[in-house]
């Protein structure tokens, strides 16, 4: 599934520069996160320019990075205001702000889907595991009941001449 508003990457251990690759309005807006924990701008990584993010360190291997646009939902980037002039910038930023919400909207969507997926994987895994303790529990059973028979098989008196 395409997403409009994630890059995912796996550290090598050397790599610090990793590429940005969707739209945002303000750089505070994406966030950057290491094996899930949300990074600071300005001491973990810096901006190189307007695509591309530089780690201080070089993200260990096989560790995940996610970076990630969080567009405002709770306020508007612009306020438009009555006899104002309506520059072809904030007009942008109005709208890109409401298409970013909607983007990220269907990817948050999409991660729900994939997990509800796995969710019932792993329901069926369950039932799996289940059947086999049950077919477990039987086998013990056999396997107590076959330690009785040699108990009493070893408690009987020995036929002499008899060789099994």
Known sequence: MAEYSVNRYTGNGSNVD??????????????VYLAG????????YT???NTT???????????AITIDRDTPLAAKVVDFENASVLTAENLDDAFDQML????????????????A???????ANIGSINTDAANITSINTVAGSIANINAVAGSLPTLA????
């Open 37 to 44: 924990v949300l990074k600071t701008a300005g001491v973990d």
């Open 161 to 164: 001449g008899y060789a099994p």
């Open 18 to 31: 990793f590429s940005v690759t969707f739209g945002y309005i303000n750089r505070t807006h994406v966030k």
């Open 100 to 115: 970013f919400i909607s983007q990220e909207s269907k990817d948050d969507a999409g991660v729900v889907l994939d997990n």
């Open 53 to 63: 993010i530089r780690f201080t360190v070089a993200p260990a291997n096989g560790v």
């Open 117 to 123: 997926a796995a969710i019932d994987t792993v329901a």
């Open 47 to 49: 901006w190189l320019n």
